[in-house]
């Protein structure tokens, strides 16, 4: 079965610094999805970015950015110029593709201090 | 609509009672999940609908827990007699499928917040 590790519960950051947020996944799969959402203190989850397996290149948006190591089934979320909003959970997910199981990891709550 | 909407946001009810959450995902998703979130920890995956599908029901913690969806539209998650321990946020997501397979991400609505006294 496919799991998901986040292994820092808490961690923050200063206002405009950076700060790496880490996942691990176990699977015998080659072909899947990874995501990260975060979960604002309104509770709504939202996707931060996505990486296709198959793709080598990792994905970037704006501010985030993945390290995406297949081989060692990493994938480390960075958060550039952190902002006051960025603070709230993120959770790492995978999922295989064409499957329909989402499994996510247990959260990071990332606080940004001023 | 334009987002999955969940009803009510919050639900105060107490120990014993049925209640109801509901849950209208974006129209043309037709994959469906239910998560369970207690204070502070991740997401439990309660049930999935896919279409007219039999739904994956291997998460729901007891009987006392069912959900129903009518095709591709809204569901509702019922939890009977209540337990202290049901209390969480009831998380609600739809996706995109294809041929019978996820094709994107989940959207979340914001939640159902159960308490039971």
């Known amino acids: 079965a496919q799991t998901v590790t986040q292994s820092q519960p808490e961690m923050s950051v200063q206002e405009a610094e950076t700060v790496t947020l880490s996942c691990t996944y176990d699977t015998s799969e080659s072909d899947y999805y990874l995501f990260w959402y975060k979960q604002p203190p309104s509770r709504q989850m939202i996707l931060v970015i996505r990486q296709e397996a198959y793709k080598q290149q990792n994905a970037t948006e704006n501010r985030f950015s993945v390290n995406f190591q297949k081989a060692a089934k990493s994938f480390s979320l960075k958060i550039s110029d952190s902002q006051l909003g960025d603070a709230a959970m993120y959770f790492c997910a995978y999922r295989l593709n064409y499957g329909q199981n989402f499994v996510f990891g247990p959260g990071t709550r990332l606080s940004v201090l001023p | 609509g334009a987002g999955v909407s969940q009803s009510p946001s919050n639900k105060v009810t107490e120990k014993g009672k049925d209640v109801e959450l509901r849950c209208d995902p974006i129209?043309?998703?037709?994959?469906l999940y239910w998560y369970r979130q207690s204070l502070g920890q991740g997401l439990e995956f309660l049930i999935y609908?896919?279409?007219?599908?039999?739904?994956?029901k291997s998460g729901l913690p007891s009987d006392r827990f069912s959900a129903e969806r009518t095709g591709e539209s809204v569901s509702t998650l019922t939890i009977q007699r209540t337990q202290q321990e049901d209390s969480a946020v009831y998380l609600c997501a739809s996706s995109r499928t294809s041929g019978g397979y996820n094709t994107g991400e989940l959207f979340f609505g914001e939640g159902s917040r159960l308490t039971v006294l």
């Open positions: 129209s043309g998703h037709t994959a």
């Open positions: 609908f896919q279409g007219n599908s039999a739904p994956d």
